[in-house]
Nanobody, 115 residues
Framework: QVQLVESGGGLVQPGGSLRLSCTAS????????MGWYRQAPGNKRELVAS???????NSADSVKGRFTISRDNAKNTVYLQMNSLKPEDTAVYLC?????????WGQGTQVTVSS
């Protein structure tokens, strides 16, 4: 059974930092492109950042220079380091794993940026 379990979300003040983690089980993690998405109430789900099996990263313009995605294949884990958080970053953050037609999602972790 495939599981993606996110952790690290919470309430943080504007300008603060959080590090999200997503640990996968039931898949050969090193074969999967990994991504972080987010969805705020009333908004579409959007890609925040992605990292390929080869380590190539991509991120949304809105988070460039503030968020960094990384992966540790030995730990089956992908991370999202989020710095200089803004209220508009408030959303549920979801982890995604893709390998050809295999496409898996975690349940998400809430990030709230508020003073």
């Amino acid at each position: 059974q495939v599981q993606l379990v996110e952790s690290g979300g919470g309430l943080v003040q504007p300008g603060g930092s959080l590090r999200l983690s997503c640990t996968a089980s039931g898949i050969r993690f090193s074969l999967y492109d990994m991504g972080w998405y987010r969805q705020a109430p009333g908004n579409k789900r959007e890609l925040v950042a992605s990292i390929s099996v080869g380590g190539r990263t991509n991120s949304a313009d809105s988070v460039k220079g503030r968020f960094t995605i990384s992966r540790d294949n030995a730990k089956n884990t992908v991370y999202l380091q989020m710095n200089s958080l803004k209220p508009e970053d408030t959303a549920v953050y979801l982890c995604n794993a893709k390998f050809f037609a295999n496409d898996y999602w975690g349940q998400g972790t809430q990030v709230t940026v508020s003073s």
